[in-house]
């Protein structure tokens, strides 16, 4: 079972990475967070500037359509990291319900955006686009293992 969860979390998680301008406008994340998917990935895909239009306009889509699941998802994120922090057992037992929950529909929503996404791309840039992901689950897995 603690397997099946932390194979959960890595893919949200790196679904989450994927996508991350979607639902960080607001800010709050480092690094790589506050990029767009043609921003993070469009050198690496070899984007045309019309599949970077595209991309962005769906982006923008999703974004709307799903604001309020997003807000809700930070902040069930963010209370759960803070009781980890705090080592507070019961409330982190208390969350861990609506943490999965957030987090199965996070993948659920964050996948279907994805398939949109990439049946923009050309061949080359799938098997691409399929590497990127297998690379990022390998350092999500790595970091995994060193929580």
């Known amino acids: 079972m603690n397997k099946t969860r932390w194979s959960c979390l890595a893919v949200a998680v790196s679904l989450l990475f994927a996508f991350t301008a979607i639902a960080q406008q607001g800010g709050g994340q480092q690094g790589g967070a506050n990029q767009t998917f043609t921003q993070r990935y469009g050198q690496q895909l070899n984007l045309t500037d019309d599949q970077k239009k595209q991309i962005d306009e769906m982006d923008a889509k999703f974004q709307k359509n799903n604001a309020e699941f997003l807000e809700s998802y930070q902040k069930t994120m963010a ?12 409330k982190l037992d208390a969350l861990r319900p609506k943490v999965d929950a957030a987090r199965a529909e996070m993948t659920k929503l964050r996948g279907a955006h994805e398939e949109k996404i990439a049946a923009t791309f050309t061949d080359d840039q799938k098997a691409q686009w399929t590497k990127i992901k297998e690379e990022r689950e390998a350092r999500m897995k790595e970091r995994a293992q060193h929580q």
């Open 79 to 90: 209370e759960f990291r803070e009781a980890r922090q705090a080592n507070d057992t019961a």
